[in-house]
């Protein structure tokens, strides 16, 4: 609602906050369209809060959020049981500051995104909330509904369930735009020592069709595997498939496109200069948010 042509206090703290909810309900649920469908219903919860008694509109908003996500998080879980195929994070393409922000960037990798997946759902929120947002344990046990204590706990064990899982390293932007750019030129130009060459030999390829585009049933693991899948796959496209390079969860990944149409992205994970996984979304429904930047922040 406007109020003498500015926006009421409401919706103004809310399109204020807007980039970092989306983020927050994102880190969360691994899908764009479900983040936005959380951030409908924050703001339907939020419109009736009387603003008077809200000492902290950002945290309240947060507090909202998260409770949102983690009852749509509980869903998820029991819908990607039946989903078909290897399931994948929707990749999003991201404006330049989300890469600056190198904390940020590796929570939102698809390789960290596919970490977060196998913790319970206050596990997960617990983690997001502290380790990407800082925020006090108070304030998240209020997000959550634990006690401070409990939060504390889940916060220590959710930690060492993500080392135990997450890459080794963090990785410079450098380091993987140098890699993606190796990929690509081997792959444009059908290279397959290239290929071998800036694959790690135990590398692992996920691809998610989601029943709709062909994709890999199971993972694929190791370099000559790969390389014979993906020599497989230049043959049949040819020169109708061209590769763009973007930034996609504030890292550098590939676009591909068949005769001009958006066909897959691309993600990838590096160790040691080279590629230890490859994460290929074909499935179209997860394709719509790669077609214009997505501002996240925290």
């Known amino acids: 609602m406007a109020i003498d042509g500015g926006l009421d206090p409401a919706t103004e703290a809310f399109v204020a906050h ?8 994102y ?13 409908q219903e924050t703001w339907l919860l939020w419109a009736k809060v009387p603003l008077g008694d809200v000492l902290d509109r950002r ?37 330049p500051d989300v890469a600056q922000d190198v904390e940020l960037a590796d929570s939102l990798s698809i390789a960290m995104l596919l ?14 909330l502290r ?49 993606v750019e190796a ?21 692992v390829v996920l691809s998610d069709g989601g029943g709709i585009k062909q994709a890999m049933p199971r993972p694929v693991v190791g370099a000559a595997r790969a390389v014979r899948l993906l020599a497989a796959g230049l043959a049949v496209v040819g020169p ?26 691309m993600a990838v994970h590096v160790e040691d200069g080279r590629i230890a996984g490859v994460y290929v979304v074909r499935n179209p429904e997860k394709l719509s948010r790669v077609e214009r930047q997505n501002a996240l922040t925290r």
């Open 131 to 179: 380790e990407v947002f800082a925020l006090e344990y108070g304030e998240i046990a209020e997000a959550v509904g634990k006690t401070p204590a409990a939060v504390r706990q889940i916060a220590h064990r959710a930690r060492a369930h993500v080392a135990a899982r997450r890459p080794r390293e963090v990785v410079s932007q450098a380091q993987t735009r140098t890699a």
């Open 240 to 265: 109708a498939m061209t590769l763009e390079r973007v930034q996609v969860n504030g890292c550098p990944a590939l676009i591909m496109r068949l005769d001009g149409e958006l066909e897959s992205v």
């Open 59 to 95: 945290a309240y908003l947060v507090r909202i959020t998260t409770r949102q996500a983690l009852n749509r998080l509980r869903t998820l879980s029991r819908r990607r049981e039946s989903y078909v195929g290897q399931w994948l994070p929707e990749p999003l393409l991201t404006t």
């Open 27 to 39: 880190e969360m649920l691994g899908s764009a369209a479900d983040a936005e469908d959380v951030l």
């Open 18 to 25: 807007r980039n970092l909810l989306f983020t927050v309900a």
């Open 183 to 203: 990929f690509a030129r081997a792959a444009a130009t059908g290279d397959l020592q290239g290929l071998l060459d800036i694959l790690a030999p135990n590398v």
């Open 115 to 128: 970490v977060l997946e196998t913790l319970a759902p206050t596990e997960r929120a617990v983690f997001v």
